[in-house]
C-alpha cells in the first residue's frame, strides 16, 4: 500500500472514529441513564427477551412467543420481521444484559447510519461533504424521536439501511453486475420492519421514475425485477 493510500485510510478510521462518538454524544441519555418508559420499548423488551429464550431452547426461528401475554403466548413473529431480534440476541449470547442490548442496539442503528450516509456520498461528494451529511442525517428529527420519544428499535434499523439502498441502486444502474447487491438490502429492509419496507417501496419507485428519461430503460427494468426477489 502507496503512502497516499495509507493516509486516506487513517483518515477514514479518524473520520469513523468520530461517527462513533458522535453516536455516544447523540445517545448519550440512554448510554448514561439506561432505558425509560417509551412508547413501543416495552413490546421490543418483551419480544427481544422471549426470542432469545427460544433460540437457546433449539427454536432456530421462533414465531410463537409462549412465554408472553401471561403465558398463553403470542404469534408476534408470523408477521413481524426478526432480523434485529438475531441481533439483539447474539449481544445477549456473549453476556448483556437485556438493558445494554437494547442501548447498544439503537446506538449500533444510529451509528451504521451515519457510516453508510458517509459511502453513499464519499465518490460523489467527497470525503468531507459525505461527513459532513453523515452527522446531519444522524441528527435529523426523526432518529432523535425514535431514540428519546418512540423507541422503534426495528425502524430505526431501516433509517441505516436507507443510504445502502439508494448506494445500491446507483451502482446497479451503472454496472449491472451490482444488482445482486440491490437484492441483499431490500432483503436486508424486508427483514427489518414491514411499515417500512411499505414506505420505502413507494418512495424508492418515484425515486426510479425520475431516472427513467436518464437511464436505459432496460437497466430500470433490471432494477425492478431485483426489488422484487429481494
Not at 493510500?5 to 469513523?16: E, G, H, V
Not at 461517527?19 to 412508547?39: A, E, H, K, Q, S
Not at 461533504?129 to 428529527?141: H, I, R
Not at 417501496?201 to 430500470?220: A, D, G, M, R, T
Request: proline share 4%; with cysteine; net charge positive.
Amino acid at each position: 500500500m502507496n503512502k497516499k493510500k495509507l493516509t486516506s485510510l487513517y483518515i477514514d478510521i479518524i473520520l469513523i472514529g468520530f461517527l462513533i462518538c458522535t453516536t455516544i454524544v447523540l445517545n448519550l441519555v440512554m448510554i448514561r441513564d439506561g432505558l425509560n418508559g417509551m412508547t413501543d420499548l416495552k413490546w421490543h423488551i418483551t419480544w427481544l427477551q422471549h426470542f432469545y429464550q427460544e433460540l437457546t431452547e433449539g427454536i432456530w426461528y421462533p414465531r410463537w412467543l409462549a412465554g408472553t401475554n401471561y403465558g398463553y403466548g403470542s404469534p408476534t413473529f408470523v408477521f413481524y420481521p426478526p432480523l434485529v431480534y438475531y441481533l439483539g440476541s447474539l449481544f445477549k449470547l456473549i453476556g448483556l444484559s437485556t438493558e445494554n442490548t437494547v442501548i447498544l442496539l439503537f446506538s449500533l442503528a444510529l451509528f451504521l447510519s451515519g457510516l453508510n450516509f458517509y459511502l453513499l456520498g464519499f465518490k460523489t461528494w467527497g470525503r468531507l461533504p459525505s461527513f459532513l451529511g453523515a452527522l446531519f442525517y444522524m441528527s435529523t428529527p426523526y432518529l432523535a424521536f425514535d431514540i428519546y420519544y418512540r423507541g422503534g428499535l426495528a425502524s430505526i434499523f431501516v433509517q441505516a439501511w436507507i443510504p445502502l439502498l439508494l448506494l445500491a441502486t446507483q451502482r446497479s444502474l451503472a454496472k449491472i453486475e451490482f444488482s445482486i447487491t440491490l437484492a441483499i438490502v431490500w432483503g436486508l429492509i424486508a427483514l427489518t420492519h414491514t411499515p417500512s419496507l411499505l414506505l420505502c417501496s413507494i418512495v424508492w419507485f418515484l425515486y426510479i421514475l425520475f431516472l427513467l428519461p436518464k437511464n436505459n430503460w432496460k437497466n430500470i427494468v433490471n432494477l425492478l425485477l431485483v426489488t422484487v426477489l429481494g
